[in-house]
């Protein structure tokens, strides 16, 4: 499983505007390289990346080879009830991971 | 036989051609000499690949500019990696909100770089990522709202050729 | 750069020019007080991505490190953490003070080749490769520990020779390009080099992440590529040689303090 660092604080007020920080391990290879000896490196990106709070899709993005190794995406959302919001990534040769994190909302 | 010293005739003045460039602008040039010629060699995409782009994106709908603000720096240290910040003006709510948010560029070897679906649960239209920027370029960030208008903010960024490299290229 | 000091000093008068020559032709170190981190020169967006932990790369290693450190490994089946039990405490400052003198085999060890020595010594486990993702991860999360310490080379008598070779490789001009460390990073740091400021060139960030690799990576990895740069062949990874220049720098960089894992362009 691919490594990924996730920040939502743990605690929030009702209707409170949180931000969501992401950070996964990929190295989001372009497929625009080539190696020493000229041949191209095939891609090798992560393509999708969805959030879900309390099961419910909040934001999805679609990534290509442009984004940055190791992808980092923030966004908000509004805190609405004490649940699990939930993360999946999805790319090229069968990528998958998943994180979640839970939220208590006062 | 001509044809091979015609060739290797011009392989070397190439060669001399960059060692000139080496002695005239010093250390300097000689360090960044390989990165110049990598950051052309894969910048493949054009201002019409990107108009191509952002007509998939909105359609026979027109782009205007405004509501949207795009935050990069003016000046990129390295190209692998450029922080971008897209922030609309909208109320976020069910009625009137940002439905997506896409990111097009003009000269990487493709103009998409990233393509958000959000709603009224995001409270703002608030998003940050990095990317890559293969040369000095324009970029340009389209919103996609409720009531099926788009809006847009550009920015220039130069991008800086690094003097390291990882390898002799 | 260098014409220009050279022309003034023929310029000087004879009888001065006898005495000063001398002192000019050794290089002068960097005064303490000016001597700074790389960190400063960087541009706003990366000192943002170093300062939040959270949207640093080079996290995403050191918790991997973290990982390691509690797993048990090699056939005495034990982990980092059953010896030196919560890195927090036991590692606090350890990388400040690498290279370290190794007795067993008479020469000074970096902070990897230090955990492959306990890899193999103590886990009886396959030493990790060098530059490899795991012993990146473990020196990232030992180095961490060290974060704010400041630089402290240890005053050992036996890495003297070690130190005095690591500054004469410092000052000697090598590759095609016939330069010396030196020459930049002594007589012209600040100024530019392309796109880039030309660092002081301090070790007290690694391993970091560099965007040109797009990955963390060592500062044997950041010396190979300086050598390349000078069209210079580099030494193999773990050769004596780098591990004097390691050295030195951290030497030179005594007092700055430690950021691991730091970020660079």
Known sequence: MARAL??????????????????????????????????????DIITSFTCTYNGEEIFQADLHPAITANPFIAFTTIATESGTIAFTWRGDNGFSAAESVNITVE | MTDKRTENLATRRDVLASAGSLVGGGLVSGLGLATISVAHAQAQSTPAAMALAIHKIAGEATVKPGKVKLDMPPLSENGNSVSLTVTVDSPMTPANHVKAIHVVTEKNPQPY????????????????????????????????????SFWSDTRTVIVTLGACLEELI | MNAVRKRARW??????????????????????????????????????????????????????????????????????ADCHADARVSMKGVAARYPAFEPTLSRPVNLEQRIN??????????????????????????????????????????????????????????????????????????????????????????????????????????????????????YEYGAPEYVSLELYLMWRARGLPAETPAVRP
Not at chain 2, 119 to 147: F, H, Y
Request: charged share 25%; net charge positive.
């Open chain 3, 11 to 80: 310029l000087a008068p004879a009888a001065v020019l006898l005495a000063l020559a001398a002192v000019i032709s050794a290089r002068a170190e960097i005064p303490l007080a000016e001597r700074r981190s790389g960190y400063a020169d960087l541009a706003p967006d990366t000192k943002a991505m170093q300062d939040d932990d959270t949207s640093n790369p080079g996290m995403l290693a050191v918790l991997d490190g973290e990982a390691l450190w509690k797993t048990k490994a090699g056939n005495a089946g034990r982990a980092c």
């Open chain 1, 6 to 43: 996730i920040n939502v604080p743990a605690k929030a007020k009702r209707g409170e505007v949180i931000t969501i920080k992401t950070l996964i391990s990929h190295v989001m290879e372009s497929g625009f390289r080539h190696n020493q000896i000229g041949v191209r490196i095939p891609r």
């Open chain 3, 117 to 234: 020595i306990c890899r193999t010594e103590r886990q009886q486990a396959q030493p990790f490769a060098s530059e490899s993702k795991d012993l990146l991860a473990l020196t990232a999360f030992v180095g961490m520990q060290s974060r704010g310490q400041p630089i402290a080379p240890p005053a050992d008598e036996r890495l003297r020779p070690f130190l005095d070779a690591g500054r004469e490789a410092f000052s000697r001009r090598l590759g095609q390009f016939n330069l010396s460390c030196g020459q930049c990073h002594d007589d012209n740091w600040g100024k530019r080099l392309i796109g880039n400021i030309i660092p002081q060139a301090h070790p007290n960030g690694y391993p970091l992440y560099r965007l040109e690799w797009q990955s963390i990576g060592s500062l044997q990895r950041r010396l190979r590529n300086c050598m390349i740069g000078l069209r210079a062949e580099p």
């Open chain 2, 113 to 148: 770089v990233i393509s958000v679906r959000l709603g009224p649960r995001a409270g703002q239209a608030n998003i940050s990522t990095r990317m890559r920027l293969s040369d000095t370029q324009i970029v340009v960030a389209i919103a996609e709202l409720s009531d099926g």
